[in-house]
């Protein structure tokens, strides 16, 4: 199983951007999928994230009202809108899944990473 993260970009201030997440391979199926970034010097902190249903997404307080998670099943991708974008999104965006196995079980992973550079 692969997880690619891809969308970022430079973008000025007030600009948008759209991420997404798109796993490929072999597995049941894509469960709790979540957008995190860090910037540098920063811990890495949750952005918002979505269950396999595709109800109730939730976001980190500093994104609420700018971003929206939605999801894609049957391209296997969850995507990440980003309006209002300020410098202080800057960051490398990651992707994470919870991907329920062929095997019954359920495994983390991690996309690469997205570079988003917001000038002001």
């Known amino acids: 199983v692969q997880l690619q993260a891809y969308g970022g970009g430079l973008v000025q201030a007030g600009g948008s951007l759209r991420l997404a997440c798109v796993a490929s391979g072999s597995f049941f199926r894509i469960n709790t999928v979540s957008w995190y970034r860090q910037a540098p010097g920063e811990q890495r902190e949750l952005v918002a994230g979505i269950f396999g249903s595709g109800n109730s997404p939730n976001y980190g307080d500093s994104v609420k009202g700018r971003f929206t998670i939605s999801r894609d099943n049957t391209e296997n991708a969850v995507y990440l809108r980003m309006n209002s974008l300020q410098p202080e999104d800057t960051a490398v965006y990651y992707c994470?899944?919870?991907?329920?196995?062929?095997?019954?079980?359920?495994?983390?992973?991690w996309g690469q990473g997205t570079q988003v550079t917001v000038s002001s």
């Open positions: 994470n899944a919870n991907i329920g196995t062929l095997t019954g079980g359920s495994q983390v992973y």
